[in-house]
C-alpha cells in the first residue's frame, strides 16, 4: 500500500516474530499464528468511509465499492464478531497443530 511504510513494515515484523514464536514455542506446546483481516467494520473504518467520501466528493457507497473492496471478490466489511471467531477457533482445541500460519480473512484479496 502506498504512502503507508510504517504500518506495512510493522505488519511484516508481526509476521516473522509470530513465525520465530511458533519455531520457539511449539517443543512446549506453544502455538503462533497471524489473523490478517481485510476492512472491518468498526468506528474508525466508518469514518474513514465518511472523510474519504468527502475529501472525494463521492458517496460512502463508492467508497466501499470502488476504493475499499475493489480487490476483493467479497463485496463487504468483515464483521468484528467473524474475526473474534476466527480468533477463538485458533486458541481452541482443534488447531493445535496449526503454527507459524497467516490466517487471511480479507473476502479473497489475497486470492486475486
Known sequence: SAFKSAYVTAKH????L???AAIEGAPHGVTSN????GYVRTPLVEGQIRDQAAAHGI???DVLSDVMLA?????????ADEVAA?????CGP??????GASL?????????
Open 13 to 16: 515484523a508481526l509476521e516473522g
Open 18 to 20: 509470530s513465525k520465530v
Open 34 to 37: 497471524c489473523v490478517n483481516p
Open 59 to 61: 458517496s460512502e457507497d
Open 71 to 79: 480487490r476483493s471478490p467479497v463485496k463487504r466489511l468483515l464483521e
Open 86 to 90: 476466527a480468533v477463538l477457533w485458533l
Open 94 to 99: 482443534h488447531s493445535g497443530y496449526l503454527t
Open 104 to 112: 487471511p480473512l480479507d473476502g479473497g484479496w489475497t486470492a486475486g
